[in-house]
């Protein structure tokens, strides 16, 4: 199969289900993995960041017009929820870095070029955080409050954080399905929550965007390859492109569910998605830990 089809596959499942809690990441794994793709090189890696673009992008797209009207329409309003935003990052910049720094020195002490993308393509893994942000979208879903508050304090700010810093070194987690899982538990506004969830992603993807990039730049440098560069960079936009559209047609299908009581739907996909996952790994892809 050419790349270039390969790129447009993955752009197509990552964009789609990125914005849906059921995990891209997950998804694009077991897709790069059915492809002969390795998931824990530098290039891959990086071509799913820049597909994170794309629905970055259609995050801020979709979400500009509720966000100019309800934040930045007084000063009060905008500092209130950019403040409550600044909290959760902090936390999620303390627990997801923390934890990264954990597994690459403690955990993998002593390994070659210990990464912690080295455990991006464990399915086993991949199929343990699955299930997990599963039974958290149910157990939320089926107990957030009839009566929901409309705004965010400093505690809610800083368990949404601390569980998406969970979400970063773990593929399988569900940034936004344990994030607005998180707030519903907290007995937030499901609308807030949507906008709060999409609003922390486009803070947090340019770090990761720049740490891969920086990753990719020093393995191709290390190895001589510097103009492979640039020629993942086109097909990585092109693939970032597709993953704006489907990513904008997930957001319409995640708002509807959200809003008419169907959140905790995606948590039983999840735990479906967790066992297929686990089942790939250990008798069809050979994965043996």
């Known amino acids: 199969m050419p790349f270039v089809i390969k790129i447009v596959i993955l752009a197509i499942v990552q964009g789609f289900c990125e914005l849906l809690p059921v995990s891209s990441s997950a998804h694009v794994i077991i897709a790069e993995k059915l492809m002969g793709l390795d998931p824990t090189t530098p290039s891959m890696t990086f071509l799913l960041v820049m597909l994170h673009t794309g629905t970055m992008l259609a995050v801020i797209g979709y979400f500009w017009n509720t966000w100019r009207s309800r934040y930045f329409s007084s000063a009060s309003a905008f500092w209130s929820f950019a403040r409550s935003l600044i909290i959760a990052t902090v936390f999620t910049a303390i627990i997801g870095f923390g934890l990264i720094l954990f597994i690459e020195h403690v955990i993998f002490r002593g390994a070659v070029k210990a990464e912690v993308e080295q ?20 157990v939320s879903g089926l107990r957030s409050a009839a009566r ?36 519903l538990l907290c007995g937030l506004d499901k609308q807030l929550l949507e906008n709060y969830s999409f609003a922390l992603a486009v803070i947090l993807t340019p770090p990761v965007i720049a740490r891969e990039g920086y990753r990719l730049l020093g393995a191709h440098a290390a190895a001589g390859l510097a103009s492979d560069t640039a020629g993942l960079l086109w097909p990585s936009l092109m693939g970032a492109a597709l993953s704006f559209a ?26 479906f998605a967790a066992a297929v996952v686990f089942v790939l790994g250990r008798f069809y892809l050979g994965e043996t830990a």
């Open 119 to 138: 455990l991006f393509g464990n399915l086993t893994l991949i199929a343990i955080a699955l299930a997990t942000v599963g039974v958290l979208i149910i």
């Open 246 to 271: 489907a990513g904008w047609l997930s957001l319409k299908w995640l708002s509807r569910w959200l809003e008419h009581g169907r959140w905790h739907l995606f948590g039983y996909y999840c735990l």
């Open 148 to 183: 929901q508050r409309q705004s965010i304090e400093f505690k809610d700010a800083a368990w949404i954080g601390a569980v998406q810093g969970l979400c970063l070194p773990f593929r399988g987690f569900s940034r936004s399905g344990a994030t607005i899982s998180t707030g």
